[in-house]
């Protein structure tokens, strides 16, 4: 499929997508919103495909929603097609792990697709923020929410009300970067290496752990654990199980059949 706005790749078992509108600091305007989707549905329906790396150029993964294309749209225009809903909602449904990894920019919506992935990865070039407030509008796209619930009440405060960026030492320091890769070249390649590395586990496993995590965001403690167990109880069930624990006791490395 030929996308206008986004590269795509497989390599093996992993799935790339990249942002592609260098000119305009991969603003994502709703043709890329909408590829993004579009690829990212092949990866979930696709078997072959185990893991997802999204990532953008070396200025920016992505500098927020296109400013140019929305600065004129009108309240009853955005109200009445929801605005920024369908697409942007679509990337936090899909079960794959998606692993970002961010260079530049990621910034207002950009920083919310990053925050919508499983983990990021940045090199020390990355620059996170939501700016929102110095257009005169506010986060759309789960920012006020997700960034919240990542950094805290004061830290969120402070990044939203100010409009400031976060370096990729501070965010790492606040838990919204998993790792920081220090050499820029390899930034892609060690997201390409982590998807492989959780490639390599079983996949109803990986997608049941992924599941779990994002419950914690959504559930009291005492729910949450109770969904866990539950979700714990029927990894016993995957042949996969059998495996793993076959290979330990057998001292080899398991082969999970993703069943
Ligand atoms: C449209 C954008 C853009 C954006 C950059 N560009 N960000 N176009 N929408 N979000 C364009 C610029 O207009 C310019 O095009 C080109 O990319 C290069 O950008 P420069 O500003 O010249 O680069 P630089 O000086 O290096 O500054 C980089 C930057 C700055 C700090 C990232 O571009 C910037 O502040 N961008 C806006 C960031 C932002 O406010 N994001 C939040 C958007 S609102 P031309 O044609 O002039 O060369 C949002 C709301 C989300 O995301 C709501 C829910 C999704």
Same mark, same amino acid.
């Given at each position: ?192 290496? $982590? ?9 109803? $496993? ?28 029927? $990894? ?24």
């Amino acid at each position: 499929m030929a996308y206008n706005t986004i590269l795509v790749e497989t390599q093996k078992e992993i799935g790339i997508i990249r942002l592609n509108r260098p000119d305009a600091m991969n603003a994502l305007n709703t043709e890329m919103v909408k590829e993004m989707g579009q690829a990212l549905d092949k990866f979930e329906d696709n078997k072959k495909i185990k893991a997802i790396v999204l990532t953008g150029n070396e200025r920016a993964f992505a500098a927020g929603a296109d400013i140019k294309e929305m600065q004129d749209k009108t309240y009853m225009e955005a109200y009445l097609e929801d605005f920024i809903t369908k697409g942007w909602e679509h990337i936090s449904k899909i079960r794959k792990p998606i692993v970002a990894a961010v260079s530049g920019y990621a910034l207002g919506g950009g920083c919310e697709v990053a925050m919508m992935c499983d983990v990021i990865l940045a090199d020390e070039t990355a620059m996170f923020g939501q700016p929102e407030i110095t257009l005169g509008i506010i986060p759309g796209a789960g920012g006020t929410q997700r960034l919240t619930r990542i950094v805290g009440k004061y830290k969120a405060m402070d990044m939203i009300l100010t409009g400031r960026m976060m370096d990729a030492k501070e965010a790492h320091h606040v838990g919204l970067v998993s790792r920081i890769v220090v050499n820029k070249a390899s930034l892609v390649e060690q997201a390409i290496k $982590t998807a492989r590395k959780i490639g390599r586990m079983s996949l109803p $496993t990986i997608l049941m752990a992924k599941e779990c995590i994002n419950q914690a965001y959504e559930m009291s403690l005492s729910a949450g654990i109770r969904y866990e167990r539950r979700m714990f109880q029927s $990894t016993f069930a995957t042949r996969d199980q059998k495996e793993g624990m076959k290979a330990f006791v057998e001292k080899r490395r398991p082969t999970f059949k993703n069943q």
